[in-house]
């Protein structure tokens, strides 16, 4: 039998619908600001759908899996895909997230500990997006400056994060990026890139973790992993049609707000 959560109408609604629903609404509400659905997602698996610690960050990760080939294919089409900055992503995140994925379960297993990470991670980035403006398209110096060390390093610390929390590190890395003065054109490709091949890197390393035995339900919900991706896919469509049409200086505004909300309730959460 499907688990669900009752809704008082004498019916429940089964975790994947529901699931689906609020990721199709979160990434309609998220793609117009440039923001992974995943990053607003896992408090959903918490607090609402009740995904068991660890296996809500690899659950997270498969919703990645799903949601981001469409943005791939396009850039793929565009040929903006590969290239020296794509590969810095990928030498540090690639591992990153794996050695994030054993402190996920070897050190950070527990409720308590794992709702610390949430704020840790959604506080900064929503007074990220609440205090800054939308990266113009001309913003940057692009392949002029090169690609440093320091941005595969950088990646490295993104991927543990991302393995930890399960975002895959493309919303983080992304931002980091225009700030060291990389054009938004170079950029995206190779967080869309990045949050794609963690997630599937990361995925595997928390079932070959569970295998292991290793850590208790280190494995994904997978049916509930697919659903939610599903309807991401399908809300970031919806929202890249709507970008055109919405104040996004507003839109990141708003989803600022809601994530350092959430951040201050997860830490008041613990305290109390």
């Not at 991670?121 to 002029?144: C, K, W, Y």
């Not at 983080?172 to 060291?180: E, H, K, N, R």
């Not at 890139?193 to 595997?204: I, L, N, Q, Y």
Request: net charge positive; proline share 7%.
């Amino acid at each position: 039998m499907p688990r669900g959560r009752a809704r008082g109408y004498g019916f429940a609604v089964p975790d994947e619908l529901l699931g689906a629903l609020i990721a199709f609404c979160i990434a309609v509400a998220t793609t117009p600001a440039g923001v992974s659905g995943a990053v607003f997602l896992l408090p959903v698996q918490v607090s609402v759908l009740g995904i068991p610690s660890p296996a809500v960050t690899p659950t997270n990760l498969l919703y990645n899996v799903v949601a981001t080939p469409g943005a791939l294919l396009r850039f793929h089409s565009a040929g903006r895909l590969g290239g020296p900055l794509v590969r810095a992503v990928m030498l540090g995140a690639l591992p990153g997230v794996v050695v994030g994925a054993l402190l996920r379960v070897e050190v950070l297993d527990g409720p308590e500990a794992f709702l610390l990470v949430i704020a840790a991670v959604l506080v900064p980035l929503g007074l990220f997006l609440a205090s800054t403006d939308p990266p113009r398209e001309d913003a940057g110096a692009g392949g002029a400056l090169g690609v440093p060390a320091r941005v595969s390093g950088l990646a490295a610390g993104v991927g543990i994060v991302g393995g930890i929390y399960g975002i895959g590190g493309g919303s983080l890395i992304g931002p980091i990026l225009v700030a060291m003065r990389y054009a938004p054109r170079e950029v995206v490709p190779a967080a869309i890139t990045a949050t794609f091949a963690t997630s599937v890197v990361g995925v595997a390393a928390f079932v070959a973790l569970d295998a292991l035995g290793r850590a208790g339900e280190a494995a994904p919900e997978w049916g509930l992993g697919l659903a939610l991706g599903a309807g991401g896919l399908a809300g970031s469509y919806v929202g890249a049609a709507l970008q055109e049409r919405v104040p996004e200086r507003l839109v990141r505004r708003g989803l600022g707000a809601i994530a350092v909300v959430l951040g201050i309730y997860y830490v008041a959460k613990v305290i109390a």
